[in-house]
């Protein structure tokens, strides 16, 4: 979590430098559901786990081979990430400025964390809102 004071740059690096770590992260299990998701597999290429899948690639095709072509997805997720970042705490801060004068920038946070709850009892976000401030101010 950003200081509160962060200016919309250090949010949009942030936001950067997270997208891109995630998404190198993640790249090789990609490949792997790429693969697996394929219509018409090559004999050689039919796997029952991500681990199984993963092994065997870099076995046969090479280390780097579950990284082929990182560097485009790397390309797109840094700006991506870095809007994505930019939107959201502008978007957190003028609704905690609607709701309460001076923000409760907390809320945007409380909210989103509730609807993302297993059996969430809110059936939208206006009515989470609505309940939260109510009971909980």
């Known amino acids: 979590c950003l200081p509160s004071g962060a200016s ?3 949010h949009m690096m942030a ?3 997270a997208g891109i770590m995630e998404h190198t992260v993640m790249y ?4 792997v559901k790429t693969r697996m998701q394929s219509l018409q597999p090559d004999p050689k290429a039919q796997y029952r786990s991500v681990y199984e899948a993963l092994k065997k690639i ?5 280390f780097w081979r579950p990284l082929r072509g990182i ?3 790397m390309l797109g997720a840094g700006p991506a990430h870095a809007m994505y970042f930019a939107c959201y ?7 905690s400025d ?15 964390q509730r609807m993302q709850m297993f059996n969430s009892p809110y059936k939208s976000v206006l009515a989470c809102v ?3 401030q109510r009971t909980e101010g």
């Not at 705490?89 to 003028?94: A, F, G, L, N, R």
Request: aromatic residues 0%.
């Open 8 to 10: 919309l740059g250090t």
């Open 15 to 17: 936001g950067a430098v």
């Open 28 to 31: 090789p299990v990609d490949s």
């Open 58 to 62: 870099v076995l046969t095709e090479g």
């Open 71 to 73: 560097n485009v997805t």
């Open 89 to 95: 705490e502008k978007m957190k801060k003028s609704l």
């Open 98 to 112: 609607t709701i309460q004068h001076g923000g409760n920038s907390h809320l945007a946070n409380v909210v989103k």
């Open 130 to 132: 609505r309940t939260v």
